[in-house]
């Protein structure tokens, strides 16, 4: 029967290639239950694998041929396709800080918090690939943004914001290309075509951790012998890996120095501690032991207690707390005590902290091959994973023409894309042309150039965005974004030479004097970089006084019929008038166009009241305004309506002081 013939009935080989052994599956989906008819684990006979990563790929291709062959002859069948996993303990984990000067006129958007996320991960990336002993290439599985900053200010969302500099934290978790490609060397060596392939505790947790289950926060450790894998589950998917250098061996070899023993010795007495009572064995010189398990267990507490404490330590690692339970799988899973010990560290009753075996594992059906233990829990897990196989774990894509593979451990969109293929984020945001800098009015001035075209991204040809979907197979194309215009200013784009006023009915320019670099200036000059510009604006009345030189107090000045104080603002198209007062033999005159000539004596003042001339006379410690009612015709004795007193155009009180040249007004407003 070929492969084909195999798999259109359903089946598929899922190959789980260990450090210690490499286990074979052969099985199907069948009403809901993954029914497994055939099992065939081969070891190695040597040290071909150090951690879950290929070193010898001869040897490890050896002992999957012997897996495959006896796959093949059992289900009389020829096998080329397979789905396999890659080792979670080959995983890496960095923090970085990236940040980046940002116009701080500009609000801080979507595309640039991506793009700065994309650079740190290509950073966290760079950083791994740059501490390793030899070249090894990299790609992220995962990230989190710890913190966010605006100006060294922590923020919880900068989006909308402005400011000069933003800066993040970000924690990304990363897998070594070599382990991913060492696998498929492998694979192609058997002309085996690798038709799923997923990520070691993701297989895991599909079995061992029902789906209705991973909204919960739990803990999978996976105890093999160099190594402990912890993976958490949160909100029905997996949010965090980690990995302990503790593991089965520590035990092996407590009990190989505390009894004399070879390892492989040291390793089966390890096995049979939770099977017999009694252990038999010799040690390296032929003394005979026969011990109760429990004596020996006593023994070696100190060992398993400190593994223990090294899978709690890095389980509140990666979960930042204990979580609601810990599921051990793995044959390390298997040492007495350690789950207890385990419960402890973590401050989790014992019963929270339990071994999965396969006969925990719902929905699963043994057809043929009778098999227990945590040490089948992954092989099974990548068989359920690829007989179920709503999606790829691990898809291929194609950026600019060239091939990247990406782990899919969430909704892959095109910065995960462009963090793999190493593209300059920078290059994402356009950025504006050359900016100018020069000195207005001695003060410091940067003209901004123009922004460029913003980067265009195509899915299959079809136009998208840094935040699009991607799945297998896509063709992605990045075109970056281009730079803007340089800056390109005319003397007259940033002074306002044509605002005019309007001083007693003629038209005059607010700005004179201009000069560039103490040299005259029209608008239409070009404005070059250092340019010291200086040039004088009426702006107030008490520049308007300097501009005429005249004296504020010998002036009647108002700005659109209103007299105006001297620090009054005067704006585009005002009208202003300027009214001398006149001085006739030591008796001033507020108004030569008047019809009446008032004389005063040097002990009066005189004031315009609702557009009446009014002399009053001086008094100690000054007039003030009510005494205007003195010296008019208005009647306040019958109300009708609010009394309004004005000053100089503003709201005045009984108690304000008046003198020559006020200009007052009283009515009622109904």
């Not at 909308?160 to 933003?166: A, P, R, S």
């Not at 939770?274 to 011990?291: H, L, P």
């Not at 207890?340 to 091959?369: C, H, Q, S």
């Not at 992605?476 to 009915?505: C, M, R, S, W």
Request: charged share 25%; hydrophobic share 40%.
């Amino acid at each position: 029967m070929t492969y084909e013939e195999l798999s259109n009935s359903g089946f598929v080989f899922a190959l789980d290639i260990g450090t210690r052994s490499v286990v074979g599956i052969l099985g199907k989906k069948e009403n809901d239950k993954i029914n497994i008819e055939y099992i065939a684990v081969e070891f190695h006979q040597k040290r071909v694998m150090y951690n879950g990563q290929i070193h010898d790929i001869d040897g490890v291709t050896e002992i999957v041929r012997k897996v495959k062959t006896n796959l093949e002859e059992k289900a009389q069948c020829s096998l080329d396709q397979v789905s396999i996993a890659v080792a979670g303990r080959s995983l890496k984990t960095n923090k970085v800080t990236i940040d980046r000067e940002i116009d701080s006129t500009k609000d801080i958007d979507k595309d640039l918090i991506n793009s700065l996320e994309v650079e740190g991960l290509q950073k966290a990336q760079y950083e791994l690939e740059k501490q390793g002993e030899e070249y090894t290439k990299y790609f992220c599985v995962g990230h989190t943004v710890v913190h966010y900053y605006i100006n060294d200010g922590i923020i919880t969302n900068p989006l909308g914001h402005k400011g000069n500099k933003i800066k993040l934290d970000i924690l990304a978790t990363f897998l070594p290309q070599i382990v991913v490609d060492s696998l498929y060397v492998v694979t192609s060596k058997l002309n085996l075509e690798v038709s799923y392939m997923t990520l070691e505790p993701i297989a895991a947790i599909e079995v061992a951790i029902p789906e209705n289950a991973r909204l919960l926060n739990l803990a999978l450790v996976d105890i093999g012998a160099g190594t402990s894998d912890v993976a958490i589950t949160k909100e029905g998917t997996v949010v965090a890996y980690g990995m302990t250098a503790s593991a089965g061996d520590d035990i092996t070899e407590e009990i190989s120095r505390c009894y004399l023993l070879d390892f492989d010795t040291a390793e089966n007495l390890k096995i049979n501690l939770c099977k017999e009572k009694i252990q038999k064995f010799s040690d390296i010189v032929g003394i005979q032991y026969e011990i109760e398990s429990e004596e020996i267990l006593k023994k070696i507490e100190s060992a398993i207690k400190k593994v223990a404490k090294l899978i709690a330590s890095n389980i509140i690692e990666q979960n930042g707390k204990s979580p609601s339970a810990v599921f051990l799988i793995g044959g390390g899973s298997q040492i007495p005590y350690l789950n207890t010990f385990i419960a402890k560290e973590l401050n989790l009753p014992e019963e929270r902290v339990v071994v999965r075996g396969i006969e925990t594992i719902k929905n699963t059906v043994l057809i043929k091959e009778p098999i227990s233990g945590p040490e089948y829990i992954t092989p099974i897990g990548i068989l359920a994973k690829a007989v179920n196989n709503q999606e790829l774990d691990f898809i291929e894509i194609y950026i600019n023409g060239q091939r990247f593979k990406l782990f899919q451990t969430k909704k892959l969109k095109v910065k995960d894309a462009l963090v793999l293929a190493g593209f300059n984020p920078r290059k994402l945001i356009p950025k504006r042309g050359k900016s100018i800098n020069i000195i207005l009015n001695d003060n410091n001035r940067t003209l901004y150039g123009e922004y460029g075209e913003v980067a265009e991204i195509l899915i299959n040809g079809k136009a998208s965005n840094i935040e699009s979907s991607i799945k297998d197979g896509d063709i992605i194309k990045v075109h970056p974004a281009e730079e803007g215009q340089p800056a390109t200013y005319l003397l007259k784009d940033i002074v306002p030479l044509e605002d005019e006023i309007f001083i007693n009915g003629e038209s005059t320019l607010q700005v004179y004097n201009c000069t560039i670099n103490n040299e005259k200036a029209e608008g239409d000059i070009i404005i070059k970089e250092d340019d010291h510009i200086q040039y004088c604006r009426i702006e107030s009345i008490e520049n308007l006084c300097s501009y005429m030189d005249v004296s504020y107090d010998e002036y009647i000045i108002k700005i659109n019929d209103k007299i105006a104080p001297l620090d009054e603002k005067i704006r585009h198209n005002d009208y202003v008038s300027v009214e001398k007062k006149v001085f006739v033999n030591n008796l001033q005159e507020v108004e030569d166009n008047s019809k009446e000539q008032l004389r005063l004596t040097k002990e009066s003042i005189l004031v315009k009241c609702n557009d009446s001339l009014v002399e009053i006379p001086k008094k100690n410690g000054g007039v003030i305004f009510v005494d205007i009612f003195d010296y008019i015709d208005f009647d306040r004795s019958a109300v009708q309506g609010k009394l309004v007193l004005l000053l100089n155009g503003h709201d005045a009180n009984y108690t304000d002081f008046i003198e020559t040249g006020d200009e007052i007004r009283v009515y009622w407003d109904n």
